[in-house]
């Protein structure tokens, strides 16, 4: 039997990402290109206490089918939380559950986006919502990062260059891959900008509660009167990243149409983890919790910036993130990330390489991304010296 596939899917590549992790069977490898939550970071005796509480007391409701915008009380408290926390959410805009933060940026891309529209991004970028505007025929156009931000007078280029321009994707908080983050007075001006050209800003903010040094920046959406800015975020670093419990704010007539499409995709968010998230949030120390973390991640990223300052040719050149999970690393010229990335496998070392995020997938890159949270404490420093090595090799 031949199959013919759709036009959306039939240029659409599997994640690098999720592919490597095919390789991260092997428990010999470390693992420097996942990009998961550290496993100490997970409340598993809380949540093995909510779980048992919720059958005891709830079972039919969390066994059932329940409504696509998500568990009442859990959307309640999200929206509370992110506006007394976060000034995030007007009289205008709504907040619903959605399966983990990707979903809520491929719902965004169904509902705002024609085939043959364009979405612009930073470059590189999250490879997930590249994949996500790809998948609906929509046209992926890059803002390159110059020292991990975009300028606001290349991004006012950008649209002027192109007419169907919809939306655009920022990560402006511990950027993934850049680990970066996005300067309060260029929000701003990305902000004005976008208002302008009446464009929507798509600000995906899984990252920014996990922030360790510096002091906290605050997101678009907290600054949005216009409307125009549509704020997703999950639970999957602060809580569980295999509960896919994630939510989305955005203004009301944004939202009605994504939940219409929710429905066809998914019917609702699992109801049972939804309970678990508004329990904890409501019975434990939320709060409490994500300094935890981010006590944990302020230690493994020390460890990774040390070793890379001790072991790495001087010529390598790396970001130093406040916070989230990543480093950005770049190579000097004349070096082939393809060569480097071999060599560290070789060394049972994971890495992965920067083309993976690129808007252009045809383009070359010199930059790979290390994840700090995944590997243990022993792990980081030792992978780095072995990574150092490959590159050396190269």
């Given at each position: 039997m031949e199959y013919t596939f759709s036009a959306k899917l039939q240029n659409l590549k599997p994640s690098a990402i999720r592919e490597i992790f095919k390789s991260l069977s092997d428990p010999s490898i470390i693992a420097f290109a996942a990009g998961n939550p550290s496993p100490e970071s997970f409340p598993v005796e809380e949540l093995a206490a909510i779980s048992a509480q919720i059958y005891k007391e709830n079972p039919i409701s969390a066994l059932q089918y329940s409504i696509t915008e998500g568990?009442?009380?859990?959307?309640?408290?999200?929206?509370?939380?992110?506006?007394?926390?976060?000034?995030?959410?007007?009289?205008?805009?709504?907040?619903?559950?959605?399966?983990g933060g990707t979903q809520g940026i491929e719902l965004a891309a169904k509902v705002l986006c024609n085939e043959g529209d364009a979405v612009i991004c930073e470059d590189p970028t999250f490879i997930g919502a590249l994949n996500s505007f790809r998948s609906n025929g929509i046209e992926v156009v890059g803002v390159p990062?110059?020292?991990?931000?975009?300028?606001?007078?290349?991004?006012?280029?950008?649209?002027?260059?192109?007419?169907?321009?919809?939306?655009l994707y920022l990560i402006p908080t511990f950027h993934n891959p850049m680990g970066t983050t996005m300067p309060m007075s260029t929000r701003r001006a990305i902000y004005?900008?976008?208002?302008?050209?009446?464009?929507?800003?798509?600000?995906?903010?899984?990252y920014g509660e996990l922030r360790f040094a510096g002091e906290d920046v605050p997101t678009l959406k907290s600054i949005d009167d216009d409307g125009i800015v549509i704020y997703c975020s999950s639970f999957s670093k602060i809580l569980s990243a295999g509960i896919r419990v994630g939510y989305v704010c955005a203004p009301e007539p944004v939202i009605q149409k994504m939940v219409v499409a929710k429905q066809v995709e998914d019917v609702h968010t699992n109801i049972f983890f939804q309970m678990v998230c508004y329990r904890y949030m409501t019975?434990?120390?939320?709060?409490?919790?994500i300094k935890s973390i981010c006590d944990i991640y302020r230690r493994k990223s020390s460890l990774m910036l040390n070793a890379l300052d001790e072991y790495m040719p001087k010529s390598v050149k790396f970001t130093r993130p406040q916070g989230g999970l990543f480093v950005w690393c770049t190579l000097p010229d004349g070096i082939e990330l393809?060569?480097?990335?071999?060599?560290?496998?070789?060394r049972k070392v994971a890495i992965v390489p920067g083309t993976a995020f690129?808007?252009?997938?045809?383009k070359p890159s010199k930059c790979f991304r290390l994840n700090y949270s995944t590997p243990t404490d022993e792990q980081i420093p030792e992978g780095v010296r072995l990574l150092a090595d490959a590159i050396r090799s190269v």
């Open positions: 568990y009442p009380p859990l959307r309640n408290a999200i929206a509370e939380r992110i506006k007394r926390k976060f000034n995030i959410g007007r009289d205008f805009d709504t907040t619903i559950v959605v399966s990062s110059d020292g991990g931000v975009i300028d606001p007078e290349k991004l006012e280029r950008v649209i002027a260059a192109t007419p169907r321009a919809k939306m004005d900008i976008c208002r302008r050209h009446k464009i929507l800003i798509l600000e995906d903010n899984p019975e434990y120390d939320l709060d409490g919790h393809d060569k480097v990335v071999k060599a560290a496998l070789e690129n808007c252009d997938t045809s």
